[in-house]
Every structure is written in structure tokens, then in C-alpha cells.
């Protein structure tokens, strides 16, 4: 069983390795706005997070059946605690992989965090440009319903 969650931590490294490429991927496309590659990506990064989503169940589950044998272990067990009560060659490579998955998703969630901040500063301007366009001005306060008060001007005179 410990081979097990060996084989399944590596697996999710892999896969969290693969999706921050994407990430990578992902803000070239946004800052070329490559709209076609980008929903290329977003379909990538569905098919890696439904992976994910399968290997951390596996964990989950592999992590729970080992945690049944061993009567010290609880839910407060830090994971190294626990990879520790694995044979000896299995703990070490456990505890290296643990790190390795550890930092991965670390810098999957900094990659997502910079491209949040980078698509909705596109889509700003855009909206930006939009209401430029279109006369439309968004007031600084709030309606009661938490919406913002939007004003129209003619810009355009249809009728010319």
C-alpha cells in the first residue's frame, strides 16, 4: 500500500508540473491575446484537473486505509509524521516526494494567481474601451441593489 501512495504522490507531481507549463502557456496567450490557443489551454488544463482530482482521491483514500493500521495516527498528523511510520527506503522517497508535490502546487497557485490579475486587467480595459464606445460612464457609488450606476450618453447620431 505504501508503493501505492508512492506511485500515486509522483503521479500528482507529474500532473501539477504539467499544469504549471500550462499556467506558462496560459499568460503568453493572454498577453498576445491568443484567444483560439487560449481555449486550447482551458481545455488542457480541464482534462490535468480532472486528473488531479482523481490521484487526490486515490491519495485520500490510500491515506486513510494506511491511517486504520496505526492507532497513533490522527487526523492532526502532519504529513511528514506520517510518512515517517512507512519501511525505511519508502519514508524517504515519500517525504521527497511529498516536498517536490508541495512546491508544484505552490507555484501552480502563484502562475494562477498572476494570470487572475492579468485577465481581469484585459477585460477591464476592454470594458473600458466598450464604454468609451458606447458613451456609457460608470459612477463612482453603488445603487442600493450593489450595482453600479451606469449613465449612457448619445454618442452617435444614427439618424445622420
Not at 14 to 31: I, N, Q
Not at 73 to 87: G, I, Q, S, V
Not at 106 to 119: F, G, H, P, S
Request: net charge positive.
Amino acid at each position: 500500500m505504501w508503493q501505492n501512495l508512492i506511485e500515486t504522490l509522483d503521479k500528482l507531481g507529474e500532473v501539477y508540473d504539467k499544469l504549471a507549463g500550462l499556467g506558462e502557456r496560459k499568460r503568453s496567450a493572454l498577453v498576445g491575446i491568443d484567444m483560439k490557443g487560449l481555449s486550447a489551454i482551458l481545455d488542457e488544463e480541464q482534462l490535468l484537473t480532472a486528473k488531479i482530482q482523481k490521484l487526490e482521491q486515490k491519495r485520500v483514500e490510500l491515506l486513510r486505509d494506511l491511517s486504520k493500521s496505526d492507532k497513533t495516527l490522527t487526523a492532526a498528523t502532519k504529513p511528514k509524521d506520517f510518512y515517517r511510520k512507512a519501511p525505511a527506503p519508502a519514508a524517504e522517497n515519500l517525504i521527497r516526494l511529498h516536498e517536490r508535490l508541495s512546491k508544484n502546487v505552490e507555484r501552480v497557485v502563484t502562475i494562477r494567481n498572476n494570470n487572475q490579475i492579468l485577465a481581469q486587467c484585459a477585460l477591464d480595459a476592454v470594458q473600458g474601451q466598450l464604454n468609451r464606445l458606447s458613451g456609457a460612464a460608470v459612477e463612482p457609488t453603488y445603487s442600493g441593489k450593489g450595482a453600479g450606476i451606469v449613465t449612457h450618453q448619445k454618442k452617435f447620431d444614427f439618424k445622420a
